[in-house]
């Protein structure tokens, strides 16, 4: 694979906190319009890698390259092209749907025009036409996740960052989603998730599994089920994580 088409781009990538190292020379690459799946137990080392790769936190060492700009040089232009949803809910709660979508348009420099058939376009695919003036903390939780996406998604970013976007949602909801992780791929979106669910990881196209700061292994799901010998990747994170506690 040439390296132009890899859009993420890590090498020894480490971030020490004093005297701890959270994150552990990490190298990895991510290809253009790939569903990548970045797996940990809490404390891994996970969020704090994904808010470099954002352009939020600076790394202590490394080579890092997200949409092909320099992670230290460039640190605007990664923000330009990504998209990113936290972990914990992103958007404005006491603000009403039409009112997230436009604050948010507003920061990532879309034109009034854009914002009007941005709000239109994400409404009427998510059947929310008539929540249009709707309080967020109104809404249900499933909702609310779909529209942070679509904010994240409002700007056409190359990649977007989702941190655990399904945590404490339905199953229903859960698989609502990940449709709209597969529509935004093919139209060549790379996503890069983290998730709790390791069922979820069989939706990704590789996986990385860290472990106390480190890639401990990173591949397919197909191929990390055969390479540790698991009928599921619940079992493959089980034999990773135990072997280091």
Wanted: proline share 2%; net charge positive.
């Amino acid at each position: 694979m040439h390296s132009e088409e890899h859009i993420i781009r890590v090498e020894n990538l480490t971030r020490k906190f004093g005297s701890f190292t959270a994150v552990d020379k990490l190298n990895f690459y991510v290809n253009k319009g790939e569903i990548f799946g970045f797996l940990g137990a809490n404390g891994a080392g996970k969020t704090t890698a994904i808010r470099i790769l954002c352009g939020l936190l600076l790394p202590t060492s490394g080579k890092i390259e997200v949409a092909g700009f320099d992670i230290y040089r460039q640190t605007n232009k990664v923000k330009q092209n990504i998209g990113y949803m936290s972990q914990k809910f992103s958007l404005y709660e006491d603000m009403t749907v039409a009112e997230n979508f436009r604050f948010y348009g507003g920061i990532y420099g879309l034109s009034r025009k854009d914002i009007r058939e941005k709000i239109s376009y994400y409404l009427h695919k998510l059947r929310l036409e008539k929540k249009k003036n709707a309080i967020i903390k109104s809404l249900p939780l499933g909702w609310k996740q779909k529209l942070a996406f679509s904010v994240a998604m409002m700007h056409d970013p190359k990649v977007i960052f989702l941190d655990e976007p399904t945590g404490g949602v339905d199953p229903v909801t859960r698989r609502q989603f990940w449709e709209m992780i597969y529509e935004a791929a093919s139209a060549g979106t790379t996503i890069f998730v983290t998730t709790h669910y390791m069922d979820e990881a069989e939706y990704c196209q590789r996986v990385s599994i860290m472990v106390d700061g480190r890639i401990e292994a990173l591949d397919t799901p197909e191929r990390l089920k055969k390479q540790f010998e698991a009928d599921s990747m619940e079992g493959v994170f089980l034999q990773l994580a135990r072997g280091h506690s």
